[in-house]
């Protein structure tokens, strides 16, 4: 059983380089820091996800992925800051060379989402980075929405839980390609 942690433990095991569990706008997710390579693989091996399919990159601003995806056009941008639901959804961006492959697996995209969710967003804020963003659950299980289930969500990699509401979204957010605005997850 995983313990709970405040918004600033979980800053702090972000920069220890360790994986949290944390509430988001529909789900709980699973997380680290989004630079991290191995992490990445970390979260994949746990969830039983083929590194193929890439994981979600959540942010603050865009500005902290600036190197990772294509310039967009002011309309993108402002079309990436459209709230549904209170929220953002995810959207998939043309990456540059320089993003890890890991993030985006077998795509030429990398799947952003900016975050107004408050643990969310703290979380990035006091890091100062992307985060790893992919649900709490074993591929194919059900997506993890309370906290006595998060708690549960045994794995050694994992250092807690941080404390915090999901954002009352009844599912994972849409996932819609940033240019060809064709709609993924709906």
């Known amino acids: 059983m995983s313990k709970l942690l405040t918004v600033k433990e979980g800053v702090e095991a972000l920069i220890r ?3 949290i569990l944390y509430p988001t706008e529909g789900v709980y997710g699973i ?6 390579v191995e992490l990445a693989k970390k979260i994949c091996k746990i969830k039983g996800r083929p590194l193929s399919k ?3 990159v959540l942010t603050d601003s865009l500005e902290r992925l600036q190197d990772w995806i294509v310039p ?3 309309e993108q941008q402002a079309l990436m800051k459209t709230l549904d639901h209170g929220f953002h959804h995810t959207w998939l961006v043309p990456r540059t060379a320089a993003c890890p492959d890991v993030l985006s697996g077998d ?3 990398l799947a952003v989402r900016l975050t107004t969710h408050p643990v969310a967003k703290a979380l990035c804020e006091g890091f100062g980075a ?7 659950n074993i591929q194919g299980e059900p997506a993890i929405m309370l906290e006595e289930d998060a708690l549960n969500f045994s794995d050694s990699e994992v250092t807690g ?3 915090g509401a999901l954002g ?3 599912q994972a957010t849409k996932i819609q390609h940033i240019i060809t605005k064709e709609v993924y997850r709906a």
């Open 130 to 136: 992307p985060l790893i963003s992919t649900s709490a």
């Open 54 to 56: 890439g994981l979600i």
């Open 107 to 109: 795509s030429p995209d």
């Open 161 to 163: 839980v941080v404390v």
């Open 72 to 74: 967009l056009t002011e």
């Open 31 to 36: 997380g680290g820091d989004a630079r991290n």
């Open 168 to 170: 009352g979204i009844p």
């Open 17 to 19: 380089q360790e994986l």
